[in-house]
């Protein structure tokens, strides 16, 4: 029987389609989730076949193939105290063809290797078998943060202060008890001290699970591009490619208050949750961020036959681009009365349509989020193209390859798909 209310009590490193599922969640329910640290924990944990650890996909009550899931994020609270993070340099001879999915030992030739804590910094996690420091990243710079959530405050610390963090690693990650990572917070760099910045915290890694298995981490366009015929258990096709959900978006208006929109591709949805970060600018230019434990809240409610490809997103009004910012009143009138003066009558009322594309680069993923907007309101491509243009943006996620792809549509687009009424409970 479907719950209302649905605890993940699991984590995982890869989303299959094949195991079984937490829930099911009834659908109008909530799902609440202690997340683990994504990227920097799960990276210096050789035995994880993954560069992110998740929370166990949920099965919602009613969603079928074909379906869509609307993700309305009610809570996302920081309950870390302290995280390292930086950008990273993959150790040649420590991986199978893929540092994230496939780490292995230089001296005993053991894939995924059972390993032990020994001590601090970043040769503290060893092989179990032959003791050899074994983990497959390196920093290139690095830093120790610290938070301060009465205040949104956050800074970086000193060698001494990182230090501390690292004797301290576990408590002040705050892992979930069923977590298998390592804290990164052993590592305790501090190349960058005495930064100052904000808090903001959003979800990295949000969606629902592909129909082939797929590492947590590589559930997007470019990440999943190191599978191609990869030398390891999670290698695919090409055209595999296409069966991703592109959960893993690193896009910061991704936070609460949002309404994500995901595509149905195996029964039941599969609602995993995980690398939720402190703050992020757009396009996660060090490739990691300040990876955290949160407690996320999220109210599912299925939408029949939508026939998503990919994530749709309705951020925060304060997060849309500008030129795709609701239209007041005087707007609105100032547009009719140039629209009469000319002959012309406007569009219905208008909302931001916020589409997500992936890809190997950022050409792909602006190619591929214009033709899911195309192909989803029949509309021509080149009109999509306009629309953008004069009405909307694109927007940077991440790098290498996921992008948001922003435009103003008329009502009528959305009602026909069955989803006007969320955009109106949103921006109207």
């Keep these: 029987m479907a719950e209302k209310i649905v605890r993940t009590k699991?984590?995982?490193?890869?989303?299959d389609p094949m195991e079984k599922m937490l829930g099911p969640v009834a659908n109008g329910g909530t799902i609440i989730a202690h997340t683990a640290p994504g990227c920097w924990g799960p990276m210096i944990t050789p035995e994880g076949p993954s560069g992110?650890?998740?929370?166990?996909?949920?099965?919602?009550?009613?969603?079928?193939?074909?379906?869509?899931?609307?993700?309305?994020?009610?809570?996302?609270?920081?309950?870390?105290?302290?995280?390292?993070?930086?950008?990273?340099?993959?150790?040649?001879?420590?991986?199978?063809?893929?540092?994230?999915?496939?780490?292995?030992?230089?001296?005993?030739?053991?894939?995924?290797?059972?390993?032990?804590?020994?001590?601090?910094?970043?040769?503290?996690?060893?092989?179990k078998e032959c003791g050899n420091p074994v983990t497959p990243f390196g920093f290139g710079s690095g830093y120790t943060m610290v938070f301060d959530q009465e205040t949104n405050t956050a800074i970086t610390l000193n060698a001494e202060g990182s230090e501390e963090v690292a004797s301290n690693a576990s408590e002040l990650a705050s892992l979930p008890p069923e977590s298998k990572q390592y804290p990164i917070n052993l590592w305790a760099r501090a190349d960058l001290p005495g930064l100052v910045t904000r808090i903001r915290p959003m979800i990295g890694n949000i969606g629902s699970c592909p129909s082939v298995p797929f590492p947590s981490s590589h559930n997007a366009g470019d990440f999943a591009q190191f599978l191609i015929d990869a030398p390891h258990d999670y290698a695919l096709k090409k055209e595999e490619l296409a069966q991703r959900t592109d959960g893993h978006m690193?896009?910061?208006?991704?936070?609460?208050?949002?309404?994500?929109?995901?595509?149905?591709?195996?029964?039941?949805?599969?609602?995993?949750?995980?690398?939720?970060?402190?703050?992020?600018?757009?396009?996660?230019?060090?490739?990691?961020?300040?990876?955290?434990?949160?407690?996320?809240?999220?109210?599912?409610?299925?939408?029949?036959?939508?026939?998503?490809?990919?994530?749709?997103?309705?951020?925060?009004?304060?997060?849309?681009?500008?030129?795709?910012?609701?239209?007041?009143?005087?707007?609105?009138?100032?547009?009719?009365?140039?629209?009469?003066?000319?002959?012309?009558?406007?569009?219905?009322?208008?909302?931001?349509?916020?589409?997500?594309?992936?890809?190997?680069?950022?050409?792909?993923?602006?190619?591929?989020?214009?033709?899911?907007?195309?192909?989803?309101?029949?509309?021509?491509?080149?009109?999509?193209?306009?629309?953008?243009?004069?009405?909307?943006?694109?927007?940077?996620?991440?790098?290498?390859?996921v992008v948001q792809v922003t435009a103003m549509v008329a009502r009528s687009y959305l009602k026909n798909l069955g989803i006007d009424q969320i955009y109106q409970e949103k921006y109207s």
């Design 52 to 127: 992110h650890e998740v929370t166990k996909p949920v099965e919602v009550e009613g969603a079928e193939v074909g379906d869509a899931v609307a993700l309305k994020i009610k809570k996302v609270k920081i309950l870390s105290q302290a995280t390292v993070s930086g950008t990273d340099q993959p150790k040649e001879g420590y991986f199978n063809g893929d540092p994230f999915v496939a780490a292995r030992c230089p001296v005993c030739n053991i894939n995924n290797p059972e390993c032990e804590v020994t001590g601090t910094g970043e040769e503290s996690i060893r092989c």
């Design 250 to 401: 690193d896009a910061d208006e991704v936070r609460e208050g949002a309404v994500l929109l995901v595509p149905v591709k195996v029964p039941g949805a599969g609602i995993y949750i995980g690398d939720v970060h402190a703050m992020q600018g757009d396009g996660e230019i060090a490739g990691h961020t300040t990876d955290v434990s949160a407690e996320v809240e999220l109210e599912v409610e299925v939408i029949k036959e939508l026939n998503l490809d990919g994530p749709i997103l309705l951020p925060n009004k304060e997060d849309l681009p500008f030129l795709a910012q609701p239209h007041d009143s005087d707007l609105r009138e100032a547009a009719r009365s140039l629209g009469e003066k000319f002959k012309t009558q406007l569009e219905e009322e208008v909302f931001p349509f916020q589409s997500f594309g992936s890809g190997a680069n950022l050409n792909e993923a602006v190619e591929n989020g214009l033709e899911r907007i195309a192909k989803l309101f029949d509309m021509p491509l080149d009109e999509v193209k306009n629309r953008v243009t004069i009405a909307g943006s694109i927007s940077i996620s991440r790098l290498p390859g």
């Design 10 to 15: 699991e984590m995982v490193w890869v989303l």
